[in-house]
């Protein structure tokens, strides 16, 4: 038998359901809500993406007149394949959470643009080593993630490598090893900060 509180209880669920307000039913701001999101999520990774674009990254004249003119003289821009990695591919982490916090990171290089620190060539070059050894630590911290995305150590061929490089990469893919590609491979895409490098 059936219990007329549960009952109007029932009721008084689909009542609200279909008119929590005086002007909409509780279906039609759901709906709304959902719709609203759709867009604002579709909004919110169309800039994202925006924001990893080649375009944007060197829009600012510190980037453009800089690091991308070195970057243009390196084989992550032109090579025989005809793969280029652009800024994002090293700089931002594919999956979203570690994008999120990478891009929140960013906000402080943009801070240093509206503040003027690295707003001329001259500021920038004071600023190399500094800005170098932040994205160092960065990666290192990582294990090179970014790096990993494109190059992996089961794909290399160690007969295509001269034995040095074949030894150093064998050892670097045990896991315990401590070691990452950044810690061979610095100024492969940029100057590197003066004072360093100058034996190489």
Known sequence: MSNPTEEKKSGGFWRALRSPSARYSLLTLLGGG?????????GFNTAM??????????SCHEMKD????????????????GVRAVCADCHVPKDFGHKMLRKLQ??????????????????FEAHRKELAEHERARMRSVGSRECRNCHNYDGMDPEKQDKSAAKKHAMAAKPDSGKSC?????????KLPKGEGDDD
């Open 49 to 58: 993406e925006a924001t990893n674009k080649l375009e944007f990254c060197i």
């Open 182 to 190: 950044i810690d061979c491979h610095q100024g492969i895409a940029h």
């Open 106 to 123: 960013a906000s402080q290089e943009v801070w240093g643009k509206i503040t003027g620190v690295i707003d001329t060539p001259e500021k």
């Open 66 to 81: 800089t690091v991308y003119q070195e970057y243009k003289k390196t084989i992550h821009y032109s090579n025989r394949t």
């Open 34 to 42: 959902f719709v609203a999101g759709i867009i604002f999520w579709g």
